[in-house]
T-cell receptor, first 114, second 112 residues
Framework: EAEVAQSPRYKITEKSQAVAFWCDPI?????LYWYRQILGQGPELLVQ????????DSQLPKDRFSAERLKGVDSTLKIQPAELGDSAMYLC????????????FGPGTRLTVT | GQSLEQPSEVTAVEGAIVQINCTYQ??????LSWYQQHDGGAPTFLSY????GLEETGRFSSFLSRSDSYGYLLLQELQMKDSASYFC?????????????FGKGTRLSVIA
């Protein structure tokens, strides 16, 4: 069964350092999402791609976060510099373009900033 | 704007039926989705109601009433493995791109 792949699964970094997360969506899924989830809360969208184009990054803290999906397949989310408040689970999801309500999530990256 | 309200916690007995409610305040949306998330795991899609009424998928059913701004997820014949968090989510009907907005989730504990 096709799955969304993410790496690393866990990341511990010191504040002010740079960190990057990688995501490989399900083959054929044109839409890719990056979410941040704080314990006890629902996922919150950071950025959404349609193929290689950003369609929504309104909640992305652009002073420190960046995301790219250069070839419209896999994607990278970067934080530089990391802050203590960035500690959270970062989830990647993908969907077919016509079914945005049915998203498939990867296992996530648990980020701890010390 | 839009907001989704769910109970934070629900406890039910193995073999029983439990209903998780979701009320929303939004001017319009495309449909109501439900996701399950086990501790330490990723959310997994359960169901989607595009129209009012009941959708059934095995032990799980989901209901939507737009006129009442209300929906629910019904879990029957509860099993211990159903212990997880359940999130309702909507995609608001606005101009331009409208991402999925998740509720804060309901933590279901199934006890023996």
């Amino acid at each position: 069964e096709a799955e969304v792949a993410q790496s690393p699964r866990y990341k511990i970094t010191e504040k002010s350092q740079a960190v990057a997360f990688w995501c490989d969506p399900i083959s054929g899924h044109a839409t890719l999402y990056w979410y941040r989830q704080i314990l006890g809360q629902g996922p919150e969208l950071l950025v959404q791609f349609q193929d290689e184009s950003v369609v929504d990054d309104s909640q992305l803290p652009k002073d420190r976060f960046s995301a790219e999906r250069l070839k419209g397949v896999d994607s990278t989310l970067k934080i530089q510099p990391a802050e203590l408040g960035d500690s959270a689970m970062y989830l990647c999801a993908s969907s077919l373009a016509g079914t945005p309500y049915e998203q498939y999530f990867g296992p996530g990256t648990r980020l701890t900033v010390t | 704007g839009q907001s989704l309200e769910q109970p934070s916690e629900v406890t039910a007995v193995e073999g029983a039926i439990v209903q998780i409610n979701c009320t929303y305040q939004t001017s319009g949306f495309y449909g109501l989705s439900w996701y399950q998330q086990h501790d330490g795991g990723a959310p997994t899609f359960l169901s989607y109601n595009a129209l009012d009424g009941l959708e059934e998928t095995g032990r799980f059913s989901s209901f939507l009433s737009r006129s009442d701004s209300y929906g629910y997820l019904l879990l029957q014949e509860l099993q211990m493995k159903d212990s997880a968090s359940y999130f309702c989510a909507v995609r608001p009907r606005n101009s331009g791109n409208t991402p999925l907005v998740f509720g804060k989730g309901t933590r279901l504990s199934v006890i023996a």
